[in-house]
């Protein structure tokens, strides 16, 4: 699985969007541009962050707030009706963004090669099966070539430049040529060039025998103005890159740079580092990140050779991205398509739809385990790839989708360690985002040690700002962090480890739980228990009962009741506050359910039907985001047991259109998929690769936003698997154009990973494999599905399968595998 290209990347920012290409393993992130004549390599750390505590005039947001008395008025005033006077009190609900910070760009390193001109056969890939990035190059008899990769378990880039010699032979005298022992190769030619590195940073810069080193505090260019705040603050870095040649001469210049003369091959390590740990309240370890990280990692990586690194890279990046495989049509030879070409032609030609559908699938799962490794942050709103110190939204962590999104491929595409760093972060919200419910709401006593409930909205950085933005328009959305922690429990459903559970995921959702359990208000109108105030995430307009956090809720105490069973079962009851899951039980009965409205939608906010000519007016039928249907996807409160909200469902994604951006074209995939629909999802991949995807194919809004990524491959994932409400089913949206295909190792909730191939549309064969006993229940387009367990060389032993309205069911045993057709 190659993208290929047979130009550099711009160097502009256009070029670094749209064109170069990105490598990382979730700490350092890295984009080649590849040029011949002087190559540019920008770096990306992940916690270099501007803003937090050390910060001036950081507060978290948390002074605006009064502790609830806002949040009274406002609820009083949208029981009473009176929802204009409400949402004019809903400025009191505004936090500030006074040193909300940015994520940062490290710097870029530049190669300037001597007299590197009249190259041709120029090739630029990057290969998904190893995660390295090349570039090849010819001058006459001359190859020049470059390998890049980022090393997981050695936390180092690696660069290889090598350079040889193939003499042009005449094939006639090569003939009659005496057969000769043993012939020398030719002397590779040899290559000189000057290293410096360019940073935004303005740290201090040296050349200290064969490395350049940078060390500084984050700048933070952006200015007083900057609409959150400047966020200058004392957070230290490091970074450094050291050079071996093989032969030739490595030699530090003066002005900071490297001189690397006359060689034939020389491999190079780039290592950055910050002080940073995601520890409330100071968020620092103290160390110095040049001396006591970087300087460490490029001394151990100069002592291994390239081939062992590159050796332990492989097998670590490997066991990650080997786990699936996914081909439309018959399998034959992997031919390598100029990524361009799959672009432009993607709808004219059937092979290279069929080329490009399972690239894009795997080039979700290749940034995913490329910007979410364990101990790092979770992937921000651009994975960790960032080329500007003010970047769009602050390249942050959204949680009214976008956060969430990039988790959607985690667990079915077999990656969940991936989602170890997003299962952390969420779980570190809980102390600062404690100290925000108590300023909002006015629950617990302040005391972030205290259990008492906690909060996160629509945009989060890495110092646990956790209080609504400042703006409600789109800031207020206290229901996020619990929508984070429902999708934290899926990482349960799908792997069944209990310790995780325990440890990082039951104690986040129960006390989320208790916060809103506390929260829900009897409405008057209709005697349910609802959420107020509400807002359909950045289009409004305020109201009590909204679907989007009555579906949160109503998500958050199932997985919580879920999650108590779990560890009851386990012999961990102790874990559970039993008055509370009780209370919890009985208040999922009452609350405010999905509606069906006049023209058969899924209603978005309560008594649309009845809203005002001025609130219909606010309303924008076409909005991006289409948070009323999360019941559908990610959560299930609507599948095929609910046949008349299915109906509402579909009302609503019709009426709602799909002129969309990136992440929203994803998350109607995703839906689409649930309801069944291949025929739509293949139209809205089309729809996707014509408008939501760049030349280099990360997503686009615009602008870039790998949510756009994460989220088709989930959609994809959808199409082929689906294991939500305790049943799988087994190509449950296959397009007519997909009509034969094959995937491997796609993972299903219960601990159950699968195969399956198909022909002319039909299922012809299947594996599943139980890593854990339990019972396992799988349909398949309404018929009966046969089973049977798999042995040893290949036999196959009847076992007692129950058929039950079109779907079979049988005791899977851990570590064996059952045959379906
Ligand atoms: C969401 C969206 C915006 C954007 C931002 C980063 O809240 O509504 O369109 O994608 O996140």
């Known amino acids: 699985m190659i993208l290929c290209y047979n130009t550099p990347a711009n160097f502009s920012y256009f070029g670094w969007e749209n064109e170069a290409l990105p490598l990382g393993n979730g700490h350092l992130g890295a984009k080649v541009f590849g040029r011949a004549d002087c190559e540019l390599i920008s770096f990306n750390e992940k916690s270099l962050w501007s803003g937090g505590p050390t910060a001036e005039g950081w507060n978290a947001g948390l002074p605006d707030f009064d502790e609830g008395r806002s949040v009274k008025e406002v609820q009083d005033l949208l029981f009473a009706g009176k929802n204009a006077e409400a949402a004019k009190a809903m400025e009191k609900l505004q936090g500030n963004g006074t040193a909300f910070g940015a994520y940062q760009t490290l710097g870029s390193l530049y190669l300037q090669f001597d007299d590197m001109t009249g190259t041709d056969r120029y090739v630029r890939d990057l290969d998904l099966d190893t995660a390295s990035a090349m570039v090849t190059f010819r001058r006459s008899d001359e190859i020049y070539s470059r390998h890049y990769f980022v090393s997981y378990p050695h936390q180092v880039f690696v660069g290889r430049l090598e350079s040889e010699r193939r003499e042009r032979k005449n094939p006639a005298d090569e003939k009659n040529k005496e057969p000769q022992k043993e012939e020398a190769p030719p002397e590779p030619p040899k290559f000189s060039f000057e290293a410096y590195f360019v940073s935004e940073q303005k740290g201090e810069c040296a050349a200290v025998d064969d490395a350049i080193l940078l060390t500084g505090t984050v700048h933070d260019n952006r200015g007083v103005n900057a609409p959150d705040g400047p966020g200058k603050n004392a957070m230290r870095y490091g970074f450094g890159v050291k050079f071996l040649a093989k032969d030739g001469t490595v030699t530090a210049l003066p002005n900071g740079r490297i001189r690397v003369e006359n060689t034939s091959c020389v491999v190079f390590f780039a290592a950055a580092a910050t002080d940073y740990i995601n520890d409330f309240p100071n968020f620092s370890d103290g160390c110095d990140p040049l001396a006591d990280k970087v300087i460490p990692r490029l001394n151990a990586a100069t002592e291994i050779s390239f081939g062992t690194i590159y050796r332990a890279h492989l097998d670590d990046y490997r066991n990650l991205f080997g786990r699936v495989s996914f081909t439309l049509g018959e399998p034959q030879e992997e031919n390598v398509y100029l990524t361009e070409n799959l672009l432009k032609r993607f709808e004219k030609k059937e092979e290279y739809r069929r080329a490009l559908i399972p690239l894009l699938f795997q080039y979700g799962r290749y940034l995913l385990i490329a910007s979410s490794r364990e101990g790092a942050l979770p992937a921000n709103l651009q994975g960790i790839w960032n080329a500007k110190n003010d970047p769009p939204w602050n390249c942050?962590?959204?949680?009214?989708?976008?956060?969430?999104?990039?988790?959607?491929?985690?667990?079915?595409?077999?990656?969940?360690?991936?989602?170890?760093?997003?299962?952390?972060?969420?779980a570190s919200l809980r102390k600062p985002g404690r100290l925000a419910a108590?300023?909002?709401?006015?629950?617990?006593?302040?005391?972030?040690?205290?259990?008492?409930?906690?909060?996160?909205?629509?945009?989060?950085?890495?110092?646990?700002?956790?209080?609504?933005?400042?703006?409600?328009?789109?800031?207020?959305?206290?229901?996020?962090?619990?929508?984070?922690?429902?999708?934290?429990?899926?990482?349960?459903?799908?792997?069944?480890?209990v310790e995780t559970l325990q440890s990082t995921i039951y104690p986040a959702l129960e006390e989320a739980a208790l916060l809103f359990?506390?929260?829900?208000?009897?409405?008057?109108?209709?005697?349910?228990?609802?959420?107020?105030?509400?807002?359909?995430?950045?289009?409004?307009?305020?109201?009590?009962?909204?679907?989007?956090?009555?579906?949160?809720?109503?998500?958050?105490?199932?997985?919580?009741?879920?999650?108590?069973?779990?560890?009851?079962?386990?012999?961990?009851?102790?874990?559970?506050?039993?008055?509370?899951?009780?209370?919890?039980?009985?208040?999922?009965?009452?609350?405010?359910?999905?509606?069906?409205?006049?023209?058969?939608?899924?209603?978005?906010?309560?008594?649309?039907?009845?809203?005002?000519?001025?609130?219909?007016?606010?309303?924008?039928?076409?909005?991006?985001?289409?948070?009323?249907?999360?019941?559908?996807?990610?959560?299930?409160?609507?599948?095929?047991?609910?046949?008349?909200?299915?109906?509402?469902?579909k009302v609503s994604l019709d009426a709602r259109g799909d002129k969309t951006t990136g992440w929203a074209l994803a998350h109607r995939l995703c839906c689409r998929a649930r309801l069944g629909d291949g025929e739509t999802c293949d139209r809205l991949i089309t729809q996707t690769v014509k408008t939501a995807v760049l030349k280099n194919l990360f997503g686009t809004h615009p602008p870039f936003q790998i949510d756009g990524n994460f989220g088709f491959t989930a959609g994809v994932a959808e199409m082929l698997l689906q294991s939500h409400?305790?049943?799988?089913?087994?190509?449950?949206?296959?397009?007519?154009?997909?009509?034969?295909?094959?995937?491997?190792?796609?993972?299903?909730?219960?601990?159950?990973?699968?195969?399956?191939?198909?022909?002319?549309?039909?299922?012809?064969?299947?594996?599943?494999?139980?890593?854990?006993?339990?019972?396992?229940?799988?349909?398949?387009?309404?018929?009966?599905?046969?089973?049977?367990?798999?042995?040893?060389?290949?036999?196959?032993?009847?076992?007692?399968?129950?058929?039950?309205?079109?779907?079979?069911?049988?005791?899977?045993?851990?570590?064996?595998?059952?045959?379906?057709?």
């Not at 942050?396 to 360690?417: C, G, K, R, S």
């Not at 984070?484 to 792997?495: D, N, P, S």
């Not at 107020?532 to 950045?538: D, G, M, N, Q």
């Not at 958050?556 to 919890?584: I, K, M, P, S, Y």
């Open 517 to 649: 359990s506390g929260l829900l208000r009897e409405d008057p109108r209709s005697g349910c228990l609802v959420m107020a105030p509400c807002y359909s995430p950045e289009q409004g307009p305020v109201s009590a009962g909204g679907t989007f956090e009555q579906s949160i809720v109503f998500a958050l105490f199932e997985a919580v009741l879920q999650g108590a069973d779990a560890l009851r079962e386990a012999g961990e009851g102790a874990l559970v506050n039993d008055a509370l899951l009780q209370t919890v039980a009985e208040q999922k009965e009452r609350l405010l359910p999905l509606r069906v409205g006049k023209k058969g939608q899924i209603e978005e906010w309560y008594d649309e039907d009845n809203f005002s000519r001025a609130e219909k007016a606010d309303i924008d039928k076409h909005h991006r985001h289409i948070s009323h249907l999360l019941g559908l996807y990610p959560f299930t409160q609507i599948d095929d047991t609910t046949p008349a909200l299915q109906k509402g469902a």
């Open 396 to 426: 942050d962590y959204h949680l009214n989708i976008n956060l969430q999104m990039n988790y959607w491929p985690a667990f079915v595409t077999n990656l969940a360690e991936t989602a170890g760093p997003f299962l952390d972060f969420i």
């Open 725 to 821: 409400g305790g049943v799988l089913r087994i190509l449950p949206a296959l397009p007519k154009s997909w009509s034969d295909g094959k995937f491997t190792g796609l993972c299903a909730r219960g601990g159950f990973t699968v195969d399956a191939e198909w022909k002319n549309g039909r299922l012809k064969k299947g594996v599943l494999h139980a890593a854990k006993d339990g019972r396992c229940a799988m349909k398949y387009d309404g018929k009966i599905m046969l089973v049977t367990e798999l042995g040893g060389e290949g036999e196959e032993h009847e076992i007692e399968v129950e058929f039950q309205n079109g779907v079979s069911s049988f005791t899977a045993k851990a570590g064996k595998s059952y045959a379906f057709s």
């Open 438 to 497: 108590h300023k909002v709401y006015g629950v617990g006593d302040g005391d972030p040690e205290k259990a008492t409930g906690w909060i996160a909205n629509t945009w989060a950085n890495p110092f646990g700002y956790c209080v609504p933005g400042y703006s409600w328009h789109w800031g207020w959305a206290t229901l996020c962090g619990a929508w984070a922690a429902v999708e934290m429990f899926e990482h349960y459903l799908f792997t069944k480890d």
